[in-house]
C-alpha cells in the first residue's frame, strides 16, 4: 500500500472514531442517568451496588438540572420521572437549577408542575453558581422567579431537623460559594447527625463538626479522557471531582448532575442521582 493511501486509511479510521463518540456522547450518554448508591450506618459510609439495608431512611441528592436549551420537555420530564420513581423520604436538590437559554425552553408555571408530584415527602433546596452567574439571555430577576417557581423548600445558610425514629438528622442547605460566603448555622449539640449541601464540594475542607456533605457542581469533569484530568473542572470544583471522599472523620460525595449547561454531551461522565440510606 502506497504512504498516500496509508494516510487516507488513517484519516478515514480517524474521522469514523470521532463521528461515534459523538454521537454517543450527544445522543446516548448525555440522555442517561444512573442511581448512584451509599449506605451509612455505625458512622459508616460506603458505596454499594445494591443496599444490604432492609430499613433506613432514604434520601435522594439531585443536582446541576441546568433547565434551558439542553433540558426541556421530554428529557426533562423523563429525567424527573426516573428522581421521583426511586421514592424517597426526602428530597434533596444542589444547586444549578438554571441553564443556558432559559426561558426560550422552559416557563416558570412548568417548573412548578413538574415538581409538584415531589411533595409528598420533605424537599429542600440550594442555590448553584448559575442562579447567579450573569448572562445575556436571562435577567436576574427572571432567574429568582425561575428558582423561586421549584417548590422546595429554599435552605440559605440555614438547617431543618428531621426526627427518625428516635434520631435527629440536621439538614444544613449552605450558599453556593461564588458570589457569596457560606456561612454554617448554629446547630444543636443533640443532633445525631449533620448532613451538609452545599453546590461546590471544595469547601468540604472547610468543615468541622459534620457528617456528611453532598455536592455537584463539577459534571464528574463532563466530558472525560481516560489518565487525563477532566475537561470541565470550575472554580470551587477542582479538589473533589467525583464520587466519595473520607477525611477526618467526615464524607465528601459529589454528583455528576443531572443536565448539561453550554454543551450538550458527556463522554464517560453520565449524569448522576444518589441515593443514601442511613440506619443508626
Ligand atoms: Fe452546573
Redesign the pocket.
Known amino acids: 500500500m502506497r504512504g498516500i493511501e496509508i494516510f487516507w486509511l488513517c484519516l478515514g479510521i480517524i474521522v469514523f472514531i470521532g463521528i461515534l463518540v459523538y454521537l454517543y456522547g450527544y445522543i446516548f450518554e448525555v440522555r442517561m442517568t444512573r442511581l448512584i448508591k451509599y449506605e451509612y450506618h455505625d458512622k459508616t459510609i460506603k458505596k454499594v451496588k445494591e443496599t444490604s439495608l432492609k430499613e433506613g431512611l432514604k434520601i435522594i441528592f439531585f443536582?446541576?438540572l441546568?433547565l434551558g436549551k439542553n433540558l426541556h420537555g421530554k428529557q426533562l420530564k423523563k429525567k424527573l420521572a426516573f428522581i421521583l420513581k426511586q421514592n424517597a423520604d426526602i428530597y434533596l436538590f444542589g444547586?444549578?437549577l438554571i441553564g443556558y437559554r432559559l426561558t426560550d425552553y422552559v416557563k416558570s408555571t412548568e417548573i412548578i408542575d413538574r415538581f409538584n408530584d415531589f411533595l409528598t415527602v420533605p424537599c429542600y433546596k440550594i442555590k448553584?453558581?448559575?442562579e447567579y452567574k450573569k448572562e445575556e439571555h436571562t435577567s436576574q430577576e427572571t432567574k429568582d422567579l425561575y428558582f423561586a417557581a421549584m417548590p422546595f423548600k429554599p435552605l440559605v445558610n440555614e438547617k431543618e431537623i428531621i426526627e427518625y425514629k428516635d434520631k435527629k438528622i440536621a439538614i444544613i442547605g449552605l450558599q453556593e460559594g461564588q458570589y457569596h460566603k457560606p456561612e454554617m448555622p448554629k446547630i444543636d449539640e443533640d443532633v445525631d447527625l449533620k448532613i451538609v449541601m452545599i453546590?461546590q464540594g471544595d469547601y468540604f475542607d472547610t468543615f468541622n463538626d459534620v457528617d456528611i456533605v453532598l455536592s455537584?457542581?463539577?459534571?464528574g469533569g463532563q466530558i472525560r479522557i481516560p489518565f487525563l484530568p477532566p475537561i470541565y473542572s470550575?472554580k470551587h470544583g477542582k479538589k473533589y471531582n467525583r464520587g466519595l471522599f473520607i477525611k477526618d472523620n467526615k464524607a465528601l460525595i459529589v454528583s455528576k448532575?443531572v443536565?448539561c449547561?453550554m454543551f450538550k454531551f458527556r463522554f464517560l461522565a453520565s449524569s448522576d442521582i444518589i441515593e443514601l440510606k442511613i440506619t443508626f
Do not use: E, F, Y
Open positions: 443536582s446541576d441546568h444547586g444549578d448553584g453558581n448559575h453546590h455537584g457542581h463539577t459534571h470550575p448532575g443536565g449547561n
